[in-house]
Nanobody, 122 residues
């Protein structure tokens, strides 16, 4: 069974950092495009980052560019989202998604994690 599990969310003060993890089971992430999305209450889902092994530079939404960094750990079959300089407007449920055939910040991905809450507040 193909499954994605996110972890690492929590409460952080503005300007702080968090690292989210997305670990796959049942398949090898290295063969898939991996994207991070977020959804705040009352707002549409936003694609914020995507990465694929065939491209050296991940894509980022303008809203997080320069503050968020995605990386992969092949041995752990895990993708990370390092989030720095967090702002209150980054508060949302964060999801990772994977697909073997699509790539991009707005593409429809086949596999989704359950989401992890990130709250940025003082």
């Amino acid at each position: 069974q193909l499954q994605l599990v996110e972890s690492g969310g929590g409460l952080v003060q503005p300007g702080g950092s968090l690292r989210l993890s997305c670990t796959a089971s049942g398949f090898t992430l290295d063969y898939f495009a991996i994207a991070w999305f977020r959804q705040a209450p009352g707002k549409e889902r936003e694609g914020i980052s995507c990465t694929i092994s065939s491209e050296s530079n991940p894509k980022y939404a303008d809203s997080v560019k320069g503050r968020f960094t995605v990386s992969r750990d092949k041995a752990k079959n895990t993708v990370y989202l390092q989030m720095n300089s967090l702002k209150p407007e980054d508060t949302a449920v964060y999801y990772c998604a994977a697909d073997a055939h699509v790539y991009g910040l707005t593409s429809e991905y086949d596999y989704w994690g359950q989401g992890t809450q990130v709250t940025v507040s003082s």
